[in-house]
């Protein structure tokens, strides 16, 4: 589908979307700030109606949504057997309906797999994207937007990050939270509000921010993605995403037993951290850069922005031994650049549950 932003003047676009319109730090603060709003052509719109619809995605996924409140904001994962993130949604419900923004990317194969599990059940999920796109900024930016509100309620979905949501358990602890003045949400609009918001901003009377700029300020706010952070090993504490993806005290779902044990007895095998890029060399690693300790590679960068305030930044996973002082480096095609790691998940990050260690029978025996 053809972005109706490419006729904005400056409009960078490719396939995902808008990136720029040419100034992605000044794009940065006016989006951060609530003067800009951003097209989010690399998101999709799914729709699950039936009076089914909340215990049916409760049953299926990380998150508790059985009494889920119309306009209450929460986001799942649905994981495999084993505990690994294999779909991730933003989920607002409407009264009639639940609406869970994805990755673009990952809507096909959430929607497949959410229709094979439907059963007898009286939901009907379907892709809602040639209805509806998303559109990112303030909450405050996104009140002056005609968002739509099909049964009577608006539909915008509040970013609940970095907060640590009920039945939720963070593992970062920087005090305060980088994601704490983080002010970000993203509506729901008709598509030809859509193209309105486009012929406005051509014209003058919009501010638009690209995908460039809203991808800076979620780096910032150490909040992960799917379509960035996640690969086919990645298990939800790695990530942080506990805090907000996952409720430790809800029924039972796939990969209940891997989520429950790694945090109350293990500790997940790598870990999130976030990186400052020495900016001599002006250049950024693409996700998938090696993060070297040494002659020995402990990770790999998953996304990178430069940003207005602390420049070159990023994202990496890396192994949970790692050091956290370590004098980490990113190989960008054969130059090596450093980079100061700050943990958001430490090395001791699980084992929340205080096992007594039981003596060993032949010490019993000896004791006595």
């Not at 730090?25 to 699950?48: C, H, N, T, Y």
């Not at 929460?74 to 009264?95: K, W, Y």
């Not at 094979?116 to 559109?135: G, H, K, Y």
Request: proline share 8%; net charge negative.
């Amino acid at each position: 589908m053809a972005s109706p932003f490419a006729a904005v003047p400056g409009a960078v676009v490719d396939d995902d979307g808008l990136q720029h319109l040419g100034s992605p730090l000044a794009e940065q603060r006016a989006l951060a700030s609530g003067v800009a709003i951003a097209p989010l052509d690399d998101r999709a719109v799914l729709a699950v109606p039936g009076e089914d619809r909340r215990s049916w995605l409760d049953s299926l996924t990380s998150q508790s949504l059985a009494m889920l409140a119309p306009g209450e904001s929460t986001e799942l994962l649905v994981l495999d057997p084993q505990g690994r993130i294999e779909h991730a949604a933003s989920v607002l419900d409407d009264g009639e309906t639940t609406w869970l923004i994805v990755d673009r990317g990952d809507a096909e194969g959430l929607l497949a797999w959410l229709r094979r599990m439907r059963f007898r059940l009286r939901v009907d999920p379907r892709d809602a994207s040639e209805e509806f796109a998303v559109i990112g900024g303030t909450a405050a930016a996104l009140a002056e937007v005609a968002v739509a509100s099909p049964a009577g309620v608006p539909l915008v979905w509040i970013d609940p990050w970095p907060g640590v949501s009920a039945g939720g358990f963070g593992y970062a602890a920087a005090e305060p939270h980088p994601g704490a003045e983080r002010d970000w949400a993203e509506g729901i609009v008709p598509r030809d509000v859509e193209r309105d918001i486009a012929e406005r901003a051509a014209a003058g009377d919009v501010a638009l921010a690209g995908l460039l700029a809203a991808d800076a300020l979620r780096i910032a706010a150490w909040r992960p993605r799917r379509a960035r952070e996640v690969d086919e090993r990645s298990i939800p504490h790695e990530l942080d995403w506990m805090r907000t993806a996952v409720h430790l005290a809800k029924g039972c779902y796939r990969g209940q037993e891997t989520v429950a044990k790694v945090h109350n007895l293990g500790h997940p095998p790598r870990r999130l951290v976030s990186l400052q890029l020495d900016g001599s060399d002006s250049v950024l690693p693409a996700p998938g850069a090696e993060v070297r300790l040494g002659d020995d590679v402990v990770g790999v960068v998953t996304s990178a922005a430069l940003h207005y305030e602390e420049g070159p930044i990023a994202l990496a996973v890396v192994r949970r031994s790692t050091p956290e002082d370590a004098a980490l480096e990113i190989d960008v095609d054969g130059t090596p650049i450093a980079a100061t790691a700050e943990t958001i998940v430490p090395p001791a990050a699980g084992a929340t549950a205080n096992v007594p260690r039981l003596p060993r029978l032949g010490r019993r025996r000896a004791a006595t």
